[in-house]
């Protein structure tokens, strides 16, 4: 046994070794090290979009808390936070809930509520669009403003007296906010006419940022996940840091101490604020991402992945020339540069780390809706770097240099490298297993899986010191994964909804789980998996949603004499009360009696499961469906078997997440692959989570939950 364990990570290793080596003996790689060291960047990633695969992706160095760069760490988004605030405005565009031309001071204006009559100076500030906040026409200028960059403006008048000092003048005790600085601003002089001229304004993406929030009537950072991160599979971009590594670089400093050591350690503002103050600089420079997303971004832009955010409409809006500029050969687009060849790129900031987003042929691809290039012809690319560097390189110019100097990119795709704990093949089959998936993050990561063709076969919500997490078996199958729909947190209402709609499309929901979350107004949501034509068309399909466990056993017992089998049986308690969640279904009726066919059982502890396996084992039955609860501190399971003929399986219980990897990697040469795992809580505090797992030879086509 030591020598097939120690065979099965030796193949892994190699995999991993050789995907590796691919990538990093690129010229791309080179340059990009390179180009780390020699302008003294502390660390970085990047990522290159060649057709529809993520062809190379890479990070070098260490984080501002001298930990490892690796390609999925997360760092400051610079200016691609305005794109996302630009894409989620221009979302809200198309589906006709605003326009550009909308002022957004106006009578009407959806920011109207800020002004107050005897506060307005200058008159113009009510011509101003919404158009003029997405191409920076809004009338702010930094670079002559006597007020600099309103949102920096504690720090800017730190050692600066030419620099009006808005805190002074509002006489505040505290620190700036959102509103103190709109309050302020709406008392000065525009720099110059709105529409007129285009100059980056981060007050103006301040204020884009609460256009969205009043016209969704939801937070900024709901509005951007659910209109751009959710629909483009970002499962790693947040607001404010995706994790603390240890303590927070300027946390509990005061100003003069961090514009101290942001001058020693070539930082920037904007770094201390995205860290530290996120919500001040939410919709201009808030966001962290890391290189996947930023790339899957890209393919959500061009259509690259089966899926486009916006409409041919929608992205000549956000194309389109300026007036004020008829000749030029480049301008401010909505959020982007953009140039006449129909390339698109992130503009530099001042006081942000440094980022480059650039994609080259959106105009083709917009156009022409297709990739025409060939499989060495870079589509798209990101670099992003924490703080400034040592040397301030061109770095739009310096990344195209090291992007054509590359002839031969590796034709693996890693768009799924980050979507797995592992990644499992046997014969045609391709599995990736993901034990713990933030629930806030689910939605995102499962329209990531979908974007790679892997169809969900099995998922799984759990809880664990106060928190709601995701178990993801996912296998590799085109056509499923284009007919599948899996949402997480759904509540009731919005379970009941999504059906509803997509039953008009012809999908059936195969799969519910009812669960407890602590990201949720609503304690009880829902798991929802949804496939095209699962059902045969003479089935019928009843479904039940918490129902009490008494009267759910007698309604089982009752369909099953009818012909109805047992497809789900979710199990959540409500204090004392145990609730069912189920699907059963009936067919033509060739299976006259199911309950010889089909057996259920319910509020099982660990012991009386571990009984319920062996004893169905040596019945030639298999399991179909598990599912845990949490009851008093202790976990209770419901489990539905079915005979079949022909089985070979294996279970267990009490996994923690690294037995669970081993197990499957072991297992996997045996002719094993994970069919069910399930995470559960147990009394003792000091413990992780633990799962149960169910494996078994494929004998027969699984296509849906």
């Known amino acids: 046994m030591g020598f097939f364990k120690c065979s099965q990570l030796w193949i892994l290793f190699l995999v991993v070794f050789v995907r590796s080596t691919e990538a990093r003996g690129t010229k791309y790689g080179v340059a990009f090290r390179s180009l780390m060291d020699e302008n003294g960047y502390k660390g970085g990633a990047t990522g290159v979009l060649v057709g529809n695969r993520l062809a ?56 109207s509520h800020l002004v107050e009559k005897n506060v307005v100076k200058d008159n113009r500030i009510f011509d101003i669009t919404v ?3 997405l191409r920076h026409s809004g009338g702010w200028d930094a670079d002559i403003s006597k007020i600099a960059d309103p949102v920096f403006n504690e720090f800017l008048v730190d050692g600066n007296q030419h620099i009006v000092n808005i805190s002074k003048e509002l006489k505040l005790k505290k620190a700036l906010s959102q509103e103190d600085i709109i309050k302020f601003m709406l008392t000065q002089d525009l720099d110059f006419t709105p529409g007129t001229k285009s100059s980056v304004s981060n007050y103006g ?72 103050q996120p919500h001040l600089v939410d919709s201009g420079l808030g966001w962290f991402t890391n290189a996947y997303d930023v790339m899957r971004l890209a393919q959500c832009i061009d259509g690259t992945a089966d899926y486009m955010l916006l409409n041919a409409t929608t992205i000549d809006l956000m194309l389109q020339k300026p007036k004020y500029a008829p000749d030029a050969t480049s301008w401010f687009g909505a959020g982007f540069m953009v140039h006449e060849n129909g390339a698109v790129w992130v503009n530099d900031e001042t006081h942000a780390p440094d980022v480059v987003f650039l994609h080259k042929n959106l105009q083709r691809f917009h156009l022409k809706r297709e990739y025409t290039g060939d499989e060495n012809d870079p589509v798209a690319w990101t670099l ?3 703080g400034k560097p040592s040397i301030d390189a061109p770095l739009k110019q310096l990344s195209r240099v090291m992007i054509e100097s590359e002839t031969h990119w590796p034709t693996i795709n890693s768009f799924v490298d980050d979507l797995y704990d592992r990644l499992l093949s046997m014969g045609s089959s391709t599995k990736v297993i993901k034990l713990k998936i933030e629930e806030h993050r689910a939605n995102q990561f499962l329209i990531a899986l979908k974007r790679v063709e892997f169809n969900v076969v099995w998922v799984n919500a759990y809880t664990h010191d106060d928190g709601t997490f995701i178990t993801v078996i996912a296998e590799q199958d085109p056509k499923a994964s284009r007919e599948c729909v899996a949402l997480a947190g759904l509540p009731l209402r919005k379970l009941v909804e999504r059906k509803l709609e997509l039953e008009e499309e012809g999908y059936n929901i195969t799969f519910i789980q009812n669960y407890k979350s602590f990201s949720h107004r609503d304690s009880f949501v829902f798991i929802g998996v949804f496939h095209k034509g699962a059902f045969r068309n003479d089935s019928h399909i009843l479904y039940g949603i918490q129902h009490f466990d008494r009267p759910y056993k007698t309604l089982l017992s009752l369909y099953e004499e009818k012909g109805f089998k047992p497809l789900v049986q979710s199990l959540e308690y409500n204090r004392d009360d145990a609730l069912l969640t189920f699907i059963l279904e009936a067919d033509s009726g060739n299976e006259k009696d199911q309950k010889e066919i089909y057996s259920s059982e319910m509020d099982l502890n660990e012991a009386r499961l571990e009984r319920a396996v062996q004893k169905y084992a040596k019945q030639q039955s298999r399991l179909i469906y598990l599912d845990a609860s949490n009851h008093r ?8 078997f079915k005979k079949s003929r022909k089985t070979t399986w294996l279970f267990s219980l009490g996994q923690t997440p690294e037995q669970i990897l081993d197990t499957v990697t072991e297992k996997q040469k045996e002719g094993y692959l994970p069919s069910v795992i399930v995470g559960y809580s147990t009394s003792k505090k000091s413990t992780g989570p633990k799962f149960a797992i169910y494996l078994e030879k494929p004998t027969e086509s699984k296509r849906f939950l």
């Not at 840091?241 to 003069?256: A, D, I, S, Y």
């Open 56 to 111: 190379y992706v890479e990070g070098y160095g260490t984080t501002l808390t001298d930990h490892m760069m690796e390609a999925t760490t997360v760092l400051p988004a610079s200016g691609i936070s305005k794109i996302l605030t630009a894409l989620t405005a221009l979302k809200l565009i198309q589906e006709g809930k605003m326009y550009p031309s909308d002022k957004v001071f106006g009578a009407d204006g959806a920011l």
């Open 131 to 133: 158009d003029d906040l």
């Open 205 to 276: 993406y301040l204020l884009l940022g609460r256009v969205i929030e009043q016209v969704t009537n939801e937070t900024y950072a709901v509005a951007v996940k659910e209109d751009v991160l959710v629909n483009c599979g970002m499962w790693h971009t947040r607001l404010g840091p995706h994790q603390t590594e240890g303590n927070l670089p300027f946390k509990g400093k005061k100003t003069r101490e961090i514009n101290a050591q942001l001058r020693e350690k070539h930082q920037v503002i904007g770094e201390y604020y995205a860290y530290i």
């Open 384 to 386: 992003l770097f924490e």
């Open 633 to 640: 501190g202790r976990p209770k399971f419901s489990a539905l």
